[in-house]
């Protein structure tokens, strides 16, 4: 197959951990009689220090093309100055989520054995967890009107039901391949949006009637995820509270350098990313681990080229990188940044 993609490298440590995954990508490719076609393309700050957009007109247009993104993170101190759509995170990554209508976001969190021992807590707490939080992406607060008036500041947090709708079907869609089971999180003692969200995802959920439903205040939520985060399966959520619950829920996975995600539309198209960000305080030091990354490479094969066999192997590859401290600094290892790439390809 010719696995042809869109790669967005970015800012920071995305560009060190995107050569790691490239070159892991590379490997599948070899091993599994695949041609690897990545169009290297501009985004973020890189883009500005180019003289562009945050999101070039060259890069969206191969985005929307290949309809499989690989991204490592945007932003950075250098670029803080700026304001509005000529900052890198929301000139280029907001943008490309409307634009490409990746209303789906999908982060995972299934703590790593080898990992337990670094997470902060109890190993009871985690031994079992296996859920997913399903974001809604491209709606809510994030993409209302903002603006000051004599009054203050405001930002517009508006939800159509039809929005609402499409999320929670992706939601319990992805519970019945799991444990059937969905946490609906909302605010609907306060938000009128989240009692929409409600009543929405409680008539989606008659079409799922072997699905379970629950639903929790976001309040609460951060709370039941540290205390029995095993109950949970599926988690949907809005934009702004998925934000903040997937940060949380990283916690227990005892570091955000081995968590991807995938940010989807109807259809194939879909982004792939890290949920850390281009973390400027260790970039071109090879210490920034890039296991995130590769996860994120492995997810775009199984998601949006449905190569299945060739994602496992990749997993596999990870997951026997973490059992042998085969790892960068931050997981306990002796290694760099492109080491632990080129231990991930030779072992795929
Ligand atoms: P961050 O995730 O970049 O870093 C937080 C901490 O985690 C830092 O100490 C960093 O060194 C560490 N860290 C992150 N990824 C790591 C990795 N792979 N290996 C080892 N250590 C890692 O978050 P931040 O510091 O809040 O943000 C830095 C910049 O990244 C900001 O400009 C922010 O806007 C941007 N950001 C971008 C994205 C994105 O592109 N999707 C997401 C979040 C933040």
Known sequence: MNINFTYLPGDGIGPEVGEAAIEVLNAVAVKFGHTLEPEHHLVGGAAIDAGEKPLPDASFESCQRTGAILLGAVGGPKWDHLKGEDRPELGSLLPLRKRLNLYANIRPCKPYPALIERAPLKRERLEGVDFVVMRELTGGIYFGQKGRDTRGAFDECLYSE????????????????????????????????????????????KDYPEVELEHLLVDAMTMHMLTRAQDFDVILTENMFGDILTDEASVLCGSMGVIPSASLSDGKTGMFEPIHGSAPDIAGQGKANPLAMILSAAWMLRLSFGLKVEADAIETAVANALEQNQTTGDLGGKLNTSAVGEWIAANV
């Open 162 to 205: 039809a929005e609402i709708r499409r999320i929670a079907i992706k939601g319990f869609d992805l519970a019945q391949t799991r444990r059937k089971k969905v946490t609906s999180v909302d605010k609907s003692n306060v938000l009128e949006t989240s009692r929409l969200w409600r009543e929405t995802v409680i008539d989606v959920a």
